[in-house]
Every structure is written in structure tokens, then in C-alpha cells.
């Protein structure tokens, strides 16, 4: 992904976050729990756009803040 769009996605990924009032600590606990080795600094550093986000590791941000891709993506 170009660095731009990387930092939209992660600003989404912030924002919906927040709106469903999860921390970054409690969702990098979900994704661990569901086999998705992220910490919370490197979680930060997605909602940044200074690290690269995988399909996989995209997918299961989709389903545990149930929202769409296309909300991330806007």
C-alpha cells in the first residue's frame, strides 16, 4: 500500500475503534486471543500508517470491531 492511503486506513481503524470505546490494549488482547500476534505499539503504529497492515491481520480487525471493509477504507 502507498504510505498515504496506509495512514487513512489506520486513522479509520482509530476512529472506529474509539467510537466503539475499545482501548488499543483491549483490541491488540482480541487479536492475540484470536491468533493475530499484535501488540499494542505495534497496533499504534498501524493507526499511524508507520507500519504495514496484512490481509489477514485487516480481516480480523474487520470482524472484532464489526464493521465493513469499506469503512476502513473510506
Same mark, same amino acid.
Given at each position: 500500500?502507498?504510505? $498515504?492511503?496506509?495512514? %487513512?486506513? &489506520?486513522?479509520n481503524?482509530r @476512529? /472506529?475503534r474509539? @467510537? %466503539?470505546?475499545i482501548? *488499543? $490494549? *483491549? +483490541? @491488540?488482547? %482480541?487479536? *492475540? #486471543?484470536? &491468533?493475530?500476534?499484535i501488540?499494542?505499539?505495534? !497496533?499504534? %503504529? /498501524?493507526? #499511524?500508517? *508507520?507500519?504495514? +497492515?496484512? #490481509?489477514?491481520?485487516?480481516?480480523? /480487525?474487520?470482524?472484532? !470491531?464489526?464493521?465493513t471493509?469499506?469503512? /476502513?477504507?473510506?
Open positions: 500500500m502507498n504510505a $498515504e492511503f496506509e495512514k %487513512k486506513v &489506520g486513522h481503524i @476512529s /472506529i474509539e @467510537s %466503539k470505546r482501548t *488499543q $490494549e *483491549q +483490541l @491488540s488482547a %482480541k487479536l *492475540q #486471543v484470536n &491468533g493475530c500476534d501488540t499494542r505499539s505495534a !497496533l499504534a %503504529k /498501524i493507526e #499511524v500508517g *508507520q507500519r504495514h +497492515l496484512y #490481509v489477514d491481520e485487516l480481516k480480523l /480487525i474487520k470482524e472484532i !470491531l464489526n464493521t471493509f469499506e469503512e /476502513i477504507m473510506k
